[in-house]
Structures are given as C-alpha cells and as structure tokens.
C-alpha cells in the first residue's frame, strides 16, 4: 500500500486533533458553542458563526466551494516590515516558520510563527454568552524590538443566509454600521424589523478601523493582499450598503521576550421593541457594553475557558472505557461522543457539505442524534423530544423537518416519510431507560404545534405506532411513502424532470404497492421497546395489541420479506421485488440486513445468520459495507434518486457509515462479536486515521456520512463529514452492544460482544445518582455473561439493578 502523507495526530492527554499542515486534503473543521451562538471554524480559520439558526441568524459571510477552497472567516493579519502573514496561513498563505492547529473540544488554537514572531489565537464560544472570543497573544521571540501593524478581519453576512447570496438588488443598498471607540457595530435592517444587532470588539485602543469591505480590500484584489494591509494603512471607512466588515487596526510594539494578549469578541445582541434606540439611528449598546465588560481581561477570558474546559470534564466523565487499546479509548472517550454533541446540536444544518441553507431539524435525524446524547445533557434531550413530537400530525404522520428558530414544521418538504414516527419510540425510549423520567409520557404535546390539540406524549407514540399498522401494503408489509430511511429510494416519484425534487415529489402514489423492509424490521424493533414500555406502565391491553401487530409483521416478512439468502429491501410501486437476486442490479441492500437481523426476525430458523454472513460476502469491502450492490448503472425511474448517483457513491452503493452499525449491532445480537468488531474497526476514524489520512480526505477524528464505496472511482475518498447519523450509531453500538453497558429501565443490562482477542476492560458509567466502575472480564469469549458481582454478591441475570452511591461491578464471560 501507498504510504499515505499525514497532516496531523491525536493528542489524547489534551483532547484534541492536532494539525500540523495547514494544507489538509480538505478543510478540517470544528465547532464551537453549546447552546445558542454557534461557529464553524477550519483548521486555517475560515468559517463562520450565527445565532442559534444559519440560514435566518447568520453573523459571518462564507463562501461555499469557492476558489480557492474556504474562503471568509475570521483573519488576522500580521504586517512585520514588508512581510504579512497570518496565523493560520490562509488568507495570505505566507509560508510560515512554525504552523499548528489544535481542535479540542469547542476551542480551537491556532498558532503560526513567522520571523521571531509568534501569533497564537484561541476561540470559543464561552458558556451562555451569545460571542466568540478570539484571543489573540502576540510574543517576540526575537532578540530585537517589533513594530507590528496588527489587523483584524470579519465579514458582515445580512442576516438570512440565503437572500444574503442572491438578492444583491437590495443587499447592496441596505449595509449599515455603527463605529464607537473599539467595537464596530453592523446594524443592517435593524432600522426596520429586525432587533437584533453584531459588533466585532477589541479590549485594546485601535489607531484606525475599515467598515466597507471594497475600500478596505480592493475592487479587484483578494482575502490574501487586502489593499489597507498591505499597504499599512487602514482607511476608516464607513460602510454604507455594499458588504459591511469589521477590521481593527492596532500598532504594536514589542520588546524582545515580550507577549501581549488582546481579546477580540463577535458577539450577538436582541433588544425589547421599545428599547431599541438611544437616539433617532442611534442603536441601543447597553446589552453589548455589559457583555464586552464580562469578557475584557485576559484574565475574565482565561476563567470563561476554564469553565468551558470543566463542562467538557463533567460530560466525558460519564461513560469512560480503558480497554488498553487508545484506538478505541480515544473514539469511545472523546471523539465520538463531541461528534454527537455537535450532531445533536446542529442536526444537518451547517457542515462544510450542508450550507445551513438548505435543511432545518429532521424529524428521524433528531430522533437518532438524541440516542447518543442523552447520557451527557439529558433535560435538553427532553426538551428536543416535546420539540419533535409537536410537529406530528393527528394520524402519526409527521413533518419531515422542522425550523430551529420557531420549532414549526417546515412545509416545503412536508411529511410522507414512512419511518419517521416510529424514531419517536426510539428516541423517547433511550431517554426514559437513560433517567428513568417516566413523567416524560405525562407531557401534554400539540399536534402540528397548534395550541388546543394537545394529548400526551404516550398518546404520540401510540399513533406514532397505529400510523405504520394503518398504512399496510397488499403484503401486509409497512407501505413506503415518499420514501423510508433512506430518502433517495422513491418509489412514488416517477420523475423525468430535473427540475423535481425527488424528496417531495410523489406523481403516482394512488394505489401503489411500494412497501419496505427497512420500515417492517424497525416497526419489530421499536414495537417490542413499545409492548415493553407499556407492561412497564402497567398497559397490558395496549401491550397485548402491539404485540399482535409485532408477531404480524414478523410473519409478513418471513412469508414475503426473504429472498433466500437476505431480506429483500422492498416492492415497488407495481409490487415487485427490489433487493433480490431476481433482479439485474442492486440485489441486495444493508438497510433491511440491519433492521431486520436487529429484530432477530427469523433468527430460529437461520435467516438472521444467512443475512449477516450475505453482508460480508456482497456489502463489505477494504472501507466498509456499501448500501447496496451491484451499483446502478443507469436511472431507473421507478426508483428515484437512488439510481441518480454514480457508481459507488452516496445512496447508490456508497458506504453510508450511518446503517454499518445496523449492521454491527446484527452482529452483536448474534453473538458474532469477531465479525462485528471487524466491521466497526473498519469505519472507525481512528484506525482510518493511521492509514488514509490523504484518501480519506475529511477529517479523520469524526465520522463522515459517505465514504466511496468499492464501486467509486476513487474507493475510500470520505465526504459530508461531522453531521450525520452516523455519530450517534456508532456510540450507540460501541458503548451498547460491544462493550455491552445497556440503560435500562431498571438497571444497567451488561451484554458484551467482543472479538475473541479483546482482554479485560474497566467502563466507569455515570447513571443516574450512581456512579459504577465495571470491570469485564471476555476470558476469550465473544457473548455471554456467566457472572456479575455487584459490591461483592452474585447478581441473578444480566441486570444490575439500579441503586444510587458508589458501586464496583465484577462481569466474568
Ligand atoms: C441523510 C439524511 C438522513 C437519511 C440518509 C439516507 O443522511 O440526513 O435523514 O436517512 O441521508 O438517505
Ligand atoms: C439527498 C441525499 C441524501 C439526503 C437528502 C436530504 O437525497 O442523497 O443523503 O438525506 O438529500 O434532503
């Protein structure tokens, strides 16, 4: 194999990604902010931030796929004599002495040297506060005195994302700002509508500022040679329409040995309709004066990052695994659990693939990210689950999508998905066996966010489970819809015009036959969590008539859902068959692998194995298990998006890492614990990192949501990183079904898969009011839990029941 170059490496002991090649394959970004004020940062410091929504609130300008590559963000530029360089190399791309970025967990530093200077910045969003802070430390590691002409660079974005990228009729005349002492204010449609405001601050007296980008860069120049910099010179511009900035510019002198820090804030303001004004155009600064004097010492800074770096202590000090193996440790303890914080806080809206334009909360993503964030912040769990279930309709049905800002369900995708009720049990499952919170279900919850409508949130899982029984095919399996998990397989559609979208497109869905497997294995597997939950309440009936409904589906799939040596993946809209040997291409898919070997539909009579043992001998390959194969070669109208793509990539028999765990979790069900730890290992970015750094091409301390598949013209080349179920997926499998420390209502269920080579391991799990250090035991076995000692009695089962304190636990396979 090729020796790939590396551009970095784990640091552990820190948490953090370390960049040492400012020119990575691609971007490598983070995030930064927890709740409402939130940032995108790359490893060269482009990005951008917005309030709580990037299409409506957005603060910062980017340009998406652009030339060059990442192009907007927050730039300091550094003018030392004739040479300018910045800290992050990009925009100037000077080449520097020394370069490296750290991401860590919602901080970024970035430190570049040039000619005896060092330029080292870190940013963070602090706890609620809505800003960025940037700051900055400047030091002369010279032996002579510096002369510096320091210059700071932010790009207004006029609010909506999206008309920010078009209507430039009306853009360019509407620009406003305010300047005053160090801050620079953009106030744009703040006259009219809008109350809230930015300001750019520096805790520094500035010889000069720009507000108008072209006098400050230059009609025809660029990011990397703005002409105010490079001629030391700033222009004091004042914006008015055009594209608003916000550049400082401080003169620095510093001795030999000598440091200075300055702290740069973004920040975010709303003000009371009738506060808005201090005098006729005069915006009101009262509420930025107070949040500039929160954050206007180096030494006010330094503690808002130590709380930060506290909070980040807390939620990884909740599950904890030393397997000895830092592969492992490092995903299980760090990486894959920030990803889901950042999955569950941005769902699909603002990646470096997703333009924050596009896609508000999905109603199945939100669901699933839930599952691998419950452990660490469970109220806001809580909160997002009441959000979701309120954009359902009176028959289960759902919105597909819904707005973060006004939690409404978003209408031009509407509903029609066919899976997305039954993640509602999922995810409201995981969150009771997580906190034991049965008051939960006691909620009362609209529908369609209509005040009046309101029934309890058991009551939304009932329809939520009567809306797949209601909506039966002709072989009595879960009809599609628009389309099921997987959204580009649309079956309804028929679409020969490109101007279509094939989401909400449905020109022939009178009288069709398309039914899914997919939906069939996932209504057995949160079916059974339903009939549990409800004998757990005491609704024996409810259970009695669930369980009718669970046996029917798995009798509907064994008599016409198997195919022989897997689970067919659907009917069309003619009812034939779709993921069978019969057909020419695309024989077999992971989708119905996953959900029905999850359901352990027909495991007594072999299918379940046969089905695991057809993934690894058609799905997988050197990078994971492609979605389906053989690849589409041409369209197929009757399916829709899914034969759209080429060979290998996405939804056509790319490797969507998101269902691979499906797959796994098959695996573990099984008792396979080799084949699952072979199939996890292959997608997890750890051992990815160590060998494909270049191929790879995103970052390789998240998973992405595609990897090319054997199929691809360049096999293993990821994409559409940090977003995508796939975080939540793959915590769930490691922490669940591998290492095998299962919530549950009552107690910790503890059922391990493992490869036969794995060696003792110690899981401390924070659950509850108890605090629990197990220690496991494989002996060489794959499954099987022989004895559990808890505090020093035997344990009948697999169950230890929850009691809160301090508690050790002994597990022997
Ligand atoms: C994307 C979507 C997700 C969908 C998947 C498969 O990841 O966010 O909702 O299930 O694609 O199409
Ligand atoms: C496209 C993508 C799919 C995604 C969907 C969401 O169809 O292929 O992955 O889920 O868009 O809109």
Known sequence: MEQQKRYGHFDDQHREYVITDPQTPWPWINYLGNEDFFSLISNTAGGYSFYKDAKFRRITRYRYNNV???????????????????????????????????????????????????????????????????????????????????????????????????????????????IEGSTIYHKTEYRERRNHYAFYHVNAPIQGFDTDRETFVGLYNEFADPQAVMEGKPRNSHAHGWSPIASHYIEVTLQPGESKDFVFLLGYIENEQDEKFEALQVINKKKAHALIAELDTTEKVDKAFAELCALWDNLLNIYKVRTGNDKLDRMVNIWNQYQCMVTFNFSRSASFF????????GFRDSNQDLVGFVHQIPPRARQRIIDIASTQFPDGGCYHQYQPLTKRGNNDIGGGFNDDPCWLIFGTVAYIKETGDFSILDEMVPFDNQPGTEVTLFEHLKISMNHVINNLGPHLLPLIGRADWND???????????????????????GTKAESLMIAGLFVVTGKDYVALCKKLGKTDEA??????VDAMIAAVKKDGWDGEWYLRAYDFYGRKIGSNECDEAKIFIESQGWCTMAEIGAEDGMVAKSLDSCKKYLECEHGMVLNNPAFSKYIYEYGEISSYPEGYKENAGIFCHNNPWVIIGECLAGRGNDAWSHYAKILPSYVEEKYQTLHKVEPYVNCQMVAGKDAFKPGEGKNSWLTGTAAWMWYTVSEFILGIKPDYDGIRIDPCLPETATDYTVNRKFREADYEITIHPNGQQKGVKSIVLDGKNVDGTVIPYAPGKHVVEVTM
Not at 128 to 148: G, I, P, R, Y
Not at 355 to 360: A, D, P, W
Not at 488 to 510: A, G, K, M, R
Not at 544 to 549: D, E, F, L, S, V
Request: glycine fraction near 8%.
């Open 544 to 549: 009695a008539r669930m369980q009718k409904a």
């Open 68 to 178: 060059p590559m990442d192009n907007g963000g927050r730039y300091f530029y550094i003018k030392d004599g004739d040479t300018v360089w910045n800290p992050g190399w990009k925009p100037c791309k000077t080449p520097l002495d020394f370069y490296e970025c750290r991401h860590g967990m919602s901080y970024t530093r970035i430190t570049g040297k040039k000619n005896g200077v060092e330029a080292s910045v870190l940013f963070f969003v602090p706890l609620k506060k809505w800003c960025e802070v940037q700051k900055l430390t400047l030091k002369n590691e010279s032996k002579e005195v510096k002369q510096l002409k320091l210059f700071s660079f932010e790009e207004w974005c006029l609010w909506n994302a999206a008309t920010d990228m078009e209507n430039f009729q009306r853009n360019f005349s509407t620009g406003e700002v305010e």
């Open 488 to 510: 580009c397989l649309n079956l309804n559609c028929f679409s020969w015009d490109p101007n279509e979208s094939f989401q909400t497109t449905e020109n022939v869905s009178e």
């Open 354 to 361: 997703e333009s924050g334009v596009g896609r508000g909360m």
